[in-house]
């Protein structure tokens, strides 16, 4: 079983930035793609980036191209989300999650371990 456990949301202005952190313990998730998704208030969840276990490919949503960065640190069995330019329509709780796969995904299907969240709320 692989825990994930999400930290860094926080509450800033548009503008700023924040770093998401995904710790993943139980194992290594050094073999797992591993994605971030997102679900805002009276919204579905959505994807919005994902990584392969080597770190090789990533992907992400239109909405957060050019502002975001997903990394690993698979020393850490860490997975990182840099947020920049951040804009009202980014609040949201937002979910790591793994895949029981080397390979990145963009759905929440592919996905088999989630974390329990972490909110973004930034102020306009």
């Known amino acids: 079983q692989v825990q994930l456990v999400e930290s860094g949301g926080g509450m800033v202005q548009a503008g700023g930035s924040l770093r998401l952190a995904c710790a993943a313990s139980g194992r290594t998730v050094s073999r797992n793609g591993m994605g971030w998704f997102r679900q805002a208030p009276g919204k579905e969840r959505e994807f919005v980036a994902t990584i392969s276990s080597n770190g090789g490919f990533t992907y992400y949503a239109d909405s957060v191209k050019g502002r975001c960065t997903i990394s690993r640190d698979n020393g850490k069995n860490t997975v990182y989300l840099q947020l920049n330019i951040l804009k009202p329509e980014d609040t949201a709780v937002y979910y790591c999650?793994?895949?029981?796969?080397?390979?990145?995904?963009?759905?929440?299907?592919?996905?088999?371990?989630w974390g329990q969240g972490t909110q973004v709320t930034v102020s306009s």
């Open positions: 999650a793994a895949r029981a796969s080397v390979a990145a995904g963009t759905t929440d299907r592919q996905y088999d371990y």
